[in-house]
């Protein structure tokens, strides 16, 4: 088997495919279709009927029958959830249930089957709810869920989470009651403009994946909406470290694994009377702190008390600053900027298209009118998505240069998603080009002069063992692999996707 | 292992993906146990009816901390357990001794599938029997022809296989495959040979992928 998984992997670099404008045939319809909403094939009994719908000249008909159906199976909405949890970066489902006969059986999760938000998650496809739910939805299934309760005595489940606000779920201090433990579930619902709540954010299962401390300032939660709902990243916060299970470890690891109490505690003090008067640290701390601040009375359950804060972001050099009553308030303010909605169809792309097809602006603005207007509602704009001609093209190999320029692409968003809120001192505007835009800076002498600033900042003549990049405080390292892909590249003379070296090697 | 079939699955990182797992069209985890399922649906896949965390990261399921997958593409780990979950399945289809009467209908049910064309006439009561002393057809157009029901059975019509573009051309493929699991002019139970050919074809990227 080895000299096999060797040639695997040289082919690997060989052959990818990507779109050529043709289109594949009804089976290999029904087959696509079947994969992408169910994530299996389509059966023996469904290709026989098609044969006959086809040989009646219904085929299309046929397919949009099936679309339909699949859409509203368990698996679509199950499909769903995961990929939910997913963007969340929560952890996905992990047993697989034993139902025997009839469709084949869903996945159960571990900890978290039977809680506000997997239940929303799975919501979304299962009634095709609006998408801006996530942020706004005001009423939730809440869970009694034992288990989740008692995870290293940190979690909290529904009931407690939202014991506040809901007087006679009667839970003590946010965490489990017993006393409750003979109801299976809950359904409550809040007034439309309540300012606490706000759909996916306001649950149990967030919050504990997303904790807070003194130190953190509920940042790390700031962090996750801006990436998750308006696609910024803001690379600092996730150490690369293998990761284990959610809340524990983030509460183990502040920011840098190599941090004492001590150092903590400084620069705890320290970044307190740093914000806002260091460009370096406000670069980013602008958008995180005042959306932080809506979390400011929920450390663990949910306040009865909103805590007031702003949404606040760069629009190219213009700062957008929506101030918010509470969290439900943040969360209705974000569905309304229109980088919510492209950064959404975003997700969508990628989930029904994947990266093969890139969406260029004037598509995506075309996407993004359709969103609206069916309403943002899941299943509908899903299946505006499995009509555009994309979908159903056939596949062409693609090439080595490609997929090498992706990965190198790939890697170098990492210091894009930094570098696009610092100041350079060392440029007249104190911006920075883009590295994943090439030539980077526009023309091939600035192409030459980044590869060069870029080898240098990484350490790349001594294997990245001394670099200045990503800087210290930056909690993520260069692996060697990723050394070793920047270092070939760029002696290859940093060939595009065409393969055409932009740099004289 | 020189053989052009053998180059299945793996690494071909398809440019696009419906979520995460592996970069490229490889199914999440999650999808790729639920695709052996709904094939064996019934039989048990022993551990493989469940992901621990090992597994996961195998089958490239997505790092939490950076939001990216454990690994670019399957590699050994994936293998193992994606062997492991094929044996699994397999096995407990083709040898179970578990004697319960729904499970013996399921794997009838199953095996009548699959077998199909070699069980014609053979009544649901000696479906399990007769699969284990069926012979391979004498005849390399009868065998072709089953290969042919086999890659329907795991992977679709040939236009679905095409529609991934990794097969280009799925008659060579079939004679290939038809050569390493019946070789010619030897005469053999077809069993062993079907579930072989069943190994094979459950390890090709269009079984593996979304589109």
């Known amino acids: 088997m080895k000299p096999l998984l060797m040639v695997g992997w040289a082919l690997s670099f060989g052959l990818i495919f990507q779109a050529k404008a043709e289109t594949i045939g009804d089976f290999a319809k029904l087959n696509r279709l079947s994969q992408v909403i169910r994530g299996h094939g389509p059966t023996q009994g469904e290709r026989a009927e098609l044969e006959t719908a086809l040989r009646l000249g219904n085929g299309a008909r046929f397919l949009e029958t099936k679309t339909d159906q699949y859409l509203a199976s368990d698996q679509h909405a199950f499909k769903m959830r995961v990929r939910l949890e997913e963007l969340f970066r929560l952890k996905t489902a992990a047993r697989l249930l034993g139902r025997e006969g009839g469709s084949p059986s869903l996945f159960e999760s571990e900890y978290h089957e039977k809680n506000a938000l997997t239940y929303l998650f799975t919501e979304m496809g299962r009634q095709n709810r609006s998408w801006d739910d996530l942020l706004i939805a005001k009423d939730y299934r809440l869970f009694p869920s034992e288990r989740f309760a008692v995870i290293q005595g940190i979690g909290v489940n529904d009931y407690g989470f939202m014991a506040a606000l809901i007087p006679d779920l009667k839970s003590l201090s946010g965490t489990y009651s017993s006393e409750l433990s003979n109801e299976t579930h809950r359904d409550v619902r809040f007034s439309g403009n309540d300012p606490r709540v706000a ?39 996730i150490p690369s470290t293998e990761g284990k299970d959610d809340q524990i470890f983030d509460l183990m690891l502040p920011h840098d694994q190599s941090m004492t109490e001590n150092e903590i505690r400084t620069m705890a003090q320290q970044s307190d009377s740093l914000h806002g008067s260091r460009p370096d640290c406000n670069a980013c701390h602008f958008k995180l702190d005042p959306m932080g601040r809506t979390f400011l009375t929920s450390p663990f359950a949910l306040s009865a008390q909103a805590s007031p804060g702003a949404l606040s972001f760069k629009r190219g050099q213009q700062i957008v600053k929506v101030p918010v009553k509470g969290i439900g308030e943040l969360g209705a303010a974000i569905t309304q900027q229109p980088e919510y909605v492209s950064c ?162 | 292992m020189k053989l052009a079939i053998s180059i299945l699955l793996l690494t071909m990182a398809l440019g696009l993906h419906s979520q995460a797992s592996f970069r490229g069209g490889y199914k999440s985890p999650q999808d790729l146990l639920l695709s052996l399922k709904e094939k064996f649906n019934g039989i048990s896949g022993s551990s493989c009816d469940s992901l621990s965390d090992n597994d996961r990261a195998a089958m490239g399921d997505q790092n939490m901390q950076t939001g990216e997958p454990f690994a670019d593409e399957p590699g050994a780990a994936f293998v193992t357990v994606w062997s492991t979950c094929l044996n699994n399945y397999s096995y407990n289809l083709f040898y179970s001794t578990d004697t319960s009467p729904e499970l013996l209908a399921k794997r009838t049910q199953i095996v009548r599938e699959i077998m199909a064309p070699l069980l014609a006439g053979v009544v649901d009561e000696q479906v399990l029997k007769a699969m284990t002393t069926v012979m391979v057809p004498a005849s390399e157009a009868e065998r072709e022809a089953y290969i042919a029901h086999l890659m329907r059975w795991v992977l679709g019509t040939d236009e679905e296989i095409q529609a991934y573009g990794r097969m280009t051309d ?39 992928m979304y589109q």
């Open chain 1, 199 to 237: 759909g996916a954010i306001t649950t149990s299962r967030f919050m504990t994946r997303f904790v807070t401390t003194g130190l953190n300032k509920n940042r790390k939660r700031a962090a996750e909406v801006f990436r998750v709902f308006l696609c910024d990243s803001m690379s600092a916060a």
């Open chain 1, 344 to 505: 959404q169809v975003d997700h969508f792309w990628s989930w029904f298209m994947g990266s093969r097809h890139k969406l260029s602006d004037a598509r995506r603005a075309q996407l993004s009118a359709e969103f609206d207007r069916v309403g943002r509602r899941t299943n509908d704009f899903i299946k505006i998505l499995l009509k555009q001609p994309e979908f159903f093209e056939l596949g062409r190999l693609m090439s080595e240069a490609e997929i090498r320029a992706q990965h190198v692409k790939t890697f170098l968003k990492k210091c894009q998603d930094c570098h696009k809120d610092q100041y350079n001192s060392n440029s007249d505007d104190g911006s920075f080009p883009d590295f994943t835009k090439w030539p980077i800076g526009g023309s091939a002498d600035e192409m030459a002069r980044w590869t060069r600033k870029i080898s240098r900042a990484m350490d790349l003549a001594h294997d990245g063992e001394s670099p200045v990049m990503p800087p210290r405080t930056a909690p993520w390292r260069t692996s060697l692999r990723e050394v070793n892909l920047l270092k070939s590249w760029i002696a290859d003379g940093a060939p595009d996707e065409t393969g055409r070296r932009t740099v004289a090697p």
């Open chain 2, 170 to 208: 799925p008659k060579q493929y079939r004679q290939d495959l038809m050569r390493h699991v019946f070789p010619p002019g030897v005469s053999a139970y077809a069993m062993e040979g079907t579930r072989q050919a069943l190994l094979i074809l459950l390890k090709r990227d269009e079984f593996l």
